[in-house]
T-cell receptor, first 115, second 110 residues
Framework: IAGITQAPTSQILAAGRRMTLRCTQD?????MYWYRQDLGLGLRLIHY???????GKGEVPDGYSVSRANTDDFPLTLASAVPSQTSVYFC??????????????FGAGSRLTVL | SQQGEEDPQALSIQEGENATMNCSYK?????LQWYRQNSGRGLVHLIL?????REKHSGRLRVTLDTSKKSSSLLITASRAADTASYFC??????????FGSGTRLLVRP
């Protein structure tokens, strides 16, 4: 089934540890995104990539890094996790481009708890 | 914050009634989209309205857009218990990123 796969589904992590959340899509979408969702704050954009080889900062990029080595994969790395990064993380993708019809397809989310 | 404001934050209605959710934003848009999220799941796209459109329909959904007031509304007619979910508006900015609002939690009582 075409879509987005995120891993892990859930993770508990000690503060200070490094963590990479994985995201893979099989729709050959150009653009990919990472959002975090916190209660009462909706979704906030962390980083995005309009095409393989390029990345950009979203609303809340501090403490996170991304890479886009190929079209399908867009990992999100927390170099040194802090408790405020406890959240549910959603990866999304879209066909992208300037047509204005960037409809997002979302993964199921990764729930991260930093203690 | 670049996020829009959604109103109300929570809405509880009886099955069969209509549900209206509102979304306001601050900057110019390319388009505005509405998404639905069932508890604990990823978001699912519902409908997109472009900046040069004023109204759009999809089944029981009706979306309006007023760019002069920088606001949009989502109307769900003849609601069903299965419509219980959180609903988010998202505006596409000039660099084609989607910025989400804080959402409206809808409860449809059977």
């Amino acid at each position: 089934i075409a879509g987005i796969t995120q891993a892990p589904t859930s993770q508990i992590l000690a503060a200070g540890r490094r963590m990479t959340l994985r995201c893979t899509q099989d729709m050959r979408h150009n653009a990919m995104y990472w959002y975090r969702q916190d209660l009462g704050l909706g979704l906030r954009l962390i980083h995005y990539s309009n095409t393989a080889g390029t990345t950009g900062k979203g609303e809340v990029p501090d403490g996170y890094s991304v890479s886009r080595a190929n079209t399908d994969d867009f990992p999100l790395t927390l170099a040194s996790a802090v408790p405020s990064q406890t959240s549910v993380y959603f990866c999304a993708s879209s066909a992208g481009g300037s047509s204005g019809a960037n409809v997002l397809t979302f993964g199921a989310g990764s729930r991260l708890t930093v203690l | 914050s670049q996020q829009g404001e959604e109103d109300p934050q929570a809405l509880s209605i009886q099955e069969g009634e209509n549900a209206t959710m509102n979304c306001s934003y601050k900057t110019s848009i390319n388009n505005l989209q509405w998404y639905r999220q069932n508890s604990g799941r990823g978001l699912v796209h519902l409908i997109l309205i472009r900046s040069n459109e004023r109204e759009k329909h999809s089944g029981r959904l009706r979306v309006t857009l007023d760019t002069s007031k920088k606001s949009s509304s989502l109307l769900i007619t003849a609601s069903r218990a299965a419509d219980t979910a959180s609903y988010f508006c998202a505006r596409m900015d000039s660099s084609y990123k989607l910025i989400f609002g804080s959402g409206t939690r809808l409860l449809v009582r059977p």
